[in-house]
């Protein structure tokens, strides 16, 4: 696999946190799985402005983000790979999606959310469907930006 990184932030594609991992890991290509902004043609055009230049930006559903790292379109590049939330990075697993590892980079706030690492929020339901994805052999962590120490799921569940 050439996912360099898989990153779970409410915010996609934003600013310095965004470009900061790009440039740590060398990304070149930034997969967006939403099975909501994948219909949205509008918002897929303002996203793909807010990219860096020489960054490709694709924007796909969870099935056709299967279907494209099945046929070795994620190893042609080194690819960073986003998700709005844990539900939808749920789903793309659930879909056949192959991830070794998921950082956790925002979640967003609201009620029953609380911060357990820096300013990421974390409730009973993301702790769970992340847990369940640990379960899988996928390491979860948490980490805002390459400067700040990252965290395990089981010490940020702890704080629950």
Known sequence: M???????????????????W?????????????????????????FKMAAPKGVKITIVDDVTAVKKQ????????RVM??????NQLN???EAGLKLDKVQIGGLG???????VNNAITLDRADADTLLGLEKQGIEIYFQTTPDYPSETLQKAVAKL
Not at 3 to 13: A, G, M, N, Q
């Open 81 to 86: 790979v986003l998700f709005k939330g844990v």
């Open 70 to 77: 099945e046929a070795g379109d994620f190893d042609k590049k």
């Open 22 to 46: 790009l440039t740590q890991c060398q990304i070149n290509e930034i997969v967006t799985i939403d099975n909501e902004l994948a219909k949205d043609l509008f918002m897929q055009e303002v």
């Open 91 to 93: 789903k793309a697993v």
């Open 2 to 20: 050439s996912i360099e990184l898989t990153r779970v932030d409410f915010r996609l594609i934003h600013g310095q946190v965004i470009t900061r």
């Open 109 to 115: 706030g609201g009620p029953g959310r609380k911060a």
